[in-house]
């Protein structure tokens, strides 16, 4: 079985992974688009990642994307949160 990495470096690794591809996690959190459960699932998906260098690589390289990192574990939630927030620019 893996070894889960360091919650704080993967919670970066996520909102990081957030801001990069428009989904602010905070704002979702705070509209209640995502409670403390889905947060902590989604900061323990992102721990239990096999490969945490290669998404801090291309977030480094990454400063705005349309979509995350091929293989975020994520993704979905992401880019649902990121399509929500988009709406709510258009109200």
Request: hydrophobic letters at 40%; aromatic letters at 4%.
């Amino acid at each position: 079985m893996q070894k889960l990495g360091d919650s704080l470096y993967h919670l970066r690794l996520l909102g990081r992974m957030g801001q990069t591809v428009g989904a602010d996690l905070a704002q979702a959190f705070n509209a209640d688009r995502i409670d403390n459960k889905a947060w902590a699932v989604m900061i323990n998906n992102c721990r239990a990642c096999p490969s945490p260098q290669r998404c801090h690589a291309w977030l480094t390289a990454n400063d705005q994307a349309s979509s995350p990192l091929r293989g975020c574990r994520n993704a979905e939630t992401l880019l649902r949160l990121k399509r929500a927030a988009e709406k709510d620019k258009k109200v």
